[in-house]
């Protein structure tokens, strides 16, 4: 089967960096992604590493670790707006995406 | 605008009656898949579908079945409505291909009373 680990709650203050680590045990995937989600809303894509190694998009970075079995998603200058849920995800070789249990970032004045 | 779109916002149901969630996409995208999201559980694979007609069980098919009779819909079916089954429940469609994002539909909070 597959799983994915993230941490449940994250704080940190406008302007600063965080970042919210995604360990996971898969038998064969072909990337993984992350998705925002604001209370009451639906989940959005935010970025997607196929290969080892960082990718950024703007103030997100998205990095990926195949031999760790860890990625991550670095948000700099974090604004208000930054308050929202992230989830990790992989796209297993079925087409199906399995999701991880969701970070809680909280964004502080 | 892409768009998938979910018939309800907000439903409440009792107890045995039979539920029909409905989900229609227009980016004609082969996959389509039903999530069930709880606090702290994430977002958890009922079903998918990669083609008309075609499904597959993911994580917690148990006391769902689904319907895919045309590509753009995608409907979840409650047979016998429980209070366990009281969540949000998120549609989310995508086209096929390794790089691909899953597109979603706003989410229909079902209340089984």
């Known amino acids: 089967g597959q799983s994915l680990e993230q941490p449940s709650e994250v704080t940190a203050v406008e302007g600063a960096i965080v970042q919210i680590n995604c360990t996971y045990q898969?038998?064969?995937?072909?990337?993984l992604s992350w998705y925002q989600q604001h209370d009451g809303g639906a989940p959005t894509f935010l970025s997607y590493?196929?290969?080892?190694g960082l990718e950024e998009t703007g103030r997100f970075s998205s990095f990926l670790s195949r031999s760790d079995s860890y990625g991550y998603l670095l948000l700099q200058e974090l604004q208000m707006k930054d308050s929202a849920s992230y989830f990790c995800?992989?796209?297993?070789?079925?087409?199906?995406?399995?999701f991880g249990p969701g970070t809680r970032l909280s964004v502080l004045p | 605008d892409v768009k998938v779109t979910q018939s309800s916002r907000y439903l409440v149901k009792r107890t045995g009656e039979k539920v029909f969630l409905e989900c229609v996409q227009d980016m004609d995208h082969e996959n389509m898949f039903w999530y069930r999201q709880d606090p702290g559980l994430g977002l958890r694979l009922i079903y998918f579908?990669?083609?008309?007609?075609?499904?597959e069980k993911g994580d917690i098919p148990e006391g769902y079945s689904v319907s895919r009779e045309k590509k753009e819909r995608f409907s979840l079916i409650l047979e016998s409505a429980s209070t366990n089954q009281t969540s949000m429940y998120l549609c989310?469609?995508?086209?096929?291909?390794?790089?691909?994002?899953?597109?979603f539909g706003q989410g229909t909070r079902l209340t089984v009373v």
């Open positions: 989310a469609s995508s086209a096929t291909g390794k790089n691909t994002e899953a597109f």
């Open positions: 995800a992989v796209r297993v070789y079925g087409q199906n995406f399995v």
């Open positions: 898969t038998s064969g995937f072909y990337g």
């Open positions: 579908s990669y083609d008309v007609k075609m499904k």
């Open positions: 590493n196929a290969l080892d």
